[in-house]
């Protein structure tokens, strides 16, 4: 397992950016598929985007298809998410995890992730 912390949410009006980083304390995240989830209010977690341990692959909900992007730099023991177009839907507490196994490409089911950080609230305004 790794530790993981997420930063960079925060309020932006509707139709801008915002970057996401998700920085693991340990070498061995750079093994590991990530993803990303997120949490809105009165709602179930649900996924976001994953990205496989070689960034090789990633993977997208429908929602954030086309605005959200993925991305790793195993150098620095590092996922981002990229937001863009952003709606009032995005609101939610944003969530950053590791997958169980090494060398997987990532999924969009929560089960399959062991590690888990904080989460890093994101408000869009209307």
């Given amino acids: ?24 304390s340990e070498r061995t995240f750079s093994r590991y598929a990530s993803a990303w989830f997120r949490q809105g209010p009165g709602k179930e977690r649900e996924f976001v985007a994953a990205i496989s341990w070689s960034g090789a692959s990633t ?25 863009n177009s952003l709606k009032a839907a995005d609101t939610a507490v944003y969530s950053c995890a590791a997958d169980w196994f090494t060398g997987r490409v990532g999924t969009d089911t929560m089960a399959d992730y062991g590690s888990w950080g904080q989460g890093t609230q994101v408000t869009v305004s209307s």
């Avoid at 929602?63 to 730099?73: L, N, P, Y």
């Fill in 1 to 24: 397992q790794v530790h993981l912390m997420e930063s960079g949410g925060g309020l932006v009006q509707a139709g801008g950016s915002l970057r996401l980083s998700c920085v693991a």
């Fill in 59 to 83: 993977y997208y909900a429908d929602s954030v298809k086309g605005r959200f992007t993925i991305s790793r730099d195993n150098a620095e023991n590092t996922v981002y998410l990229e937001m």
